[in-house]
């Protein structure tokens, strides 16, 4: 009877033990898990996962790597109203294949009797995906920048700001930051678990420092970056969380500097004016928080960067892209500025 009921053991119940078996898998892991069944595998869901077989594999990844673009009707809703639609295409084809991929690995070592192979590593029809490049080139840098300054809408303009001057990242990062991790004294700040499953502390730059002056000034509730959009309690009261979707703000920022930006283009152009001003590629790793684990760079693991140097690196950073949005020429502020020295 247990062998029986064990044929029919489906996909869902497969993801349904991976979580199980992973209680500190992040959140977010666990809603791309679910968002990649239930989206692009749902007809799968109850199925034996021993009936899937490598060409069921093959053909929903080809199927997959077309893309499909929404109904023009859905995308005129306003951001905050409209359902969230799933384009397919070659970067969702692969994302649903690895997925699949750890699920059939999971009914490997969980249920060798039933599962012998995994047919997505049969897949010879990967895309090949180029990498993002997307970034704000040093002539756009001052109209994007006077565009956030100016903008009315503080927290999703700050928090792209704090991207700009810190390379982090967005949603995992940035925008979760509380007020209990922010030491104006120390001039700190500190991000709790990260994508890479560590705390990163980061100091504060000048321009950084008067940010959150700003932010405390506005301040409404725990988080740094609050969410225009709240929830009420059982007694009325509102409760907002962090800031999450700047994409509409982002939007407008974009416009009226005539460019075309995501949060993450913020990153890839902090670290490109970083490596401009021949800052060790060491130092830059440390500072945008990539993680060590996958690196076959052996010296990487033995060198430590500093909090002091690292304050020291993000100012002169900081001061070049000032440079920069001034329209001022000649060299940058040495590294060797104290934070908080004005320049004579």
């Known amino acids: 009877a247990e062998a029986e009921r064990k044929k029919d053991i489906s996909l ?14 992040k959140e977010s892991s666990r809603s791309f898990y679910r968002l990649m069944l239930d989206t692009y595998l ?26 499909i673009d929404p109904p023009p009707k859905v995308e005129k809703k306003k951001r905050t109203e409209k359902k969230k ?8 084809a692969n994302s649903v294949m690895k997925t699949l991929r750890v ?37 756009q840098i001052p109209a994007w920048y006077k565009a956030a300054e100016a903008s009315k809408n503080k927290a999703p303009a ?51 420092y008067s940010l959150m002056e700003r932010r405390k ?12 959009v709240g929830q009420r309690s059982t007694d009325g009261k509102i409760i907002s969380g ?19 930006l995501t ?14 001003l021949d800052i060790s590629a060491y130092t830059i790793k440390a500072l945008v928080n990539h993680s060590e684990k996958k690196s076959s760079d052996i010296t990487e693991g033995y060198i430590q960067v500093s909090l002091d140097r690292k304050r020291r690196v993000l100012q002169m950073i900081e001061d070049e892209i000032l440079r920069i949005v001034n329209n001022q020429t000649g060299k940058v502020i040495p590294i060797t500025r104290e934070v908080g020295q004005k320049e004579a």
């Open 85 to 92: 639609v799933r384009r397919n295409g070659p970067g969702v």
């Open 158 to 208: 700050d928090a792209l700001l704090l991207l700009l001057f810190t390379g982090l990242r967005s949603k995992s990062e940035a925008f979760g930051l509380k007020w209990e991790d922010v030491d104006m004294d120390a001039r700190t700040m500190k991000f709790r678990d990260t994508k890479n499953g560590t705390d990163l502390e980061l100091p504060m730059s000048n321009a950084v």
């Open 263 to 276: 949060p993450h283009d913020l990153r890839r152009t902090f670290t490109t004016i970083a490596n401009n």
């Open 103 to 139: 699920l059939f690995n999971h009914a490997i070592s969980e249920h060798p009797e039933i599962v012998a192979a995994n047919p997505v590593d049969r897949l010879k029809t990967w895309n090949e995906l180029k990498p993002r490049t997307g970034h704000l080139a040093e002539s």
């Open 217 to 228: 000034e506005l301040k409404e509730n725990e988080y740094v970056f609050p969410s225009p």
């Open 242 to 260: 962090p800031v999450k979707d700047v994409r509409d703000e982002l939007a407008k920022i974009n416009e009226a500097a005539g460019v075309k």
């Open 12 to 25: 869902d119940d497969i993801l349904k033990s991976y979580l199980a078996e992973r209680p500190n898998l």
């Open 42 to 67: 749902g007809d799968w869901k109850d199925r034996p996962i021993r009936e899937i077989d490598y060409q069921d594999v093959k053909e929903r990844h080809l199927f997959l790597s077309k893309k």
